[in-house]
T-cell receptor, first 111, second 112 residues
């Protein structure tokens, strides 16, 4: 069954801790993306990767880091430098600029 | 940078009424995509428009791409409670084959 998985669905962390969100796809898509969604803000692009071992900053990359060591995986680390990390995080993948397929999302709450 | 404005931010309708959401880009787009996000869910692709002046229909949904390829609309005829959700437009500009710019979305609620 092809698709994108994100884990965990809900994540709680204490302020000042780094946290890594998982994103895996078995669609054989070359591109992967991380978005942040806040109420009334739509989707804001954090990072994206067009190919393995390469990635670009999106519009709100500060306080986040990513890696793309495998085509299937694009983990996102929310660092302690991110001032307001509580949000809904969505991972997506696509073939070039075509349809983006989204994972179910991870809701991160920093206490 | 590229901006995509979407209006209205919210729309509440009675079941059976029509609904329209509009998108406007600050730059010419190579294509525009529409997504729907149900409450508590994730965005799901609806359609992609590529050609100037293009109109596509999916049952009660009609999508249009402007002649200048800078604006788009989604019209739903005779809304149903299953139409509830947030509708996003997302534009791809000629400078990138990968980076979509999303509008802030229109939240549609339907009163049965």
């Amino acid at each position: 069954d092809g698709g994108i998985t994100q884990s965990p669905k809900y994540l709680f962390r204490k302020e000042g801790q780094n946290v890594t969100l998982s994103c895996e796809q078995n669609l054989n898509h070359d591109a992967m993306y991380w978005y942040r969604q806040d109420p009334g803000q739509g989707l804001r692009l954090i990072y994206y990767s067009q190919i393995v071992n390469d990635f670009q900053k999106g519009d709100i990359a500060e306080g986040y880091s990513v890696s793309r060591e495998k085509k299937e995986s694009f983990p996102l680390t929310v660092t302690s430098a991110q001032k307001n990390p509580t949000a809904f995080y969505l991972c997506a993948s696509s073939v070039s600029g075509r349809t983006q397929f989204f994972g179910p999302g991870t809701r991160l709450t920093v206490l | 940078g590229q901006q995509v404005m979407q209006i209205p931010q919210y729309q509440h309708v009675q079941e059976g009424e029509d609904f329209t959401t509009y998108c406007n880009s600050s730059t010419t787009l190579s294509n525009i995509q529409w997504y729907k996000q149900r409450p508590g869910g994730h965005p799901v692709f609806l359609i992609q428009l590529v050609k100037s002046g293009e109109v596509k229909k999916q049952k009660r949904l009609t999508f249009q791409f402007g002649e200048a390829k800078k604006n788009s609309s989604l019209h739903i005829t005779a809304t149903q409670t299953t139409d509830v959700g947030t509708y996003f437009c997302a534009g791809l500009s000629g400078g990138s084959n990968y980076k979509l710019t999303f509008g802030k979305g229109t939240l549609l609620t339907v009163n049965p």
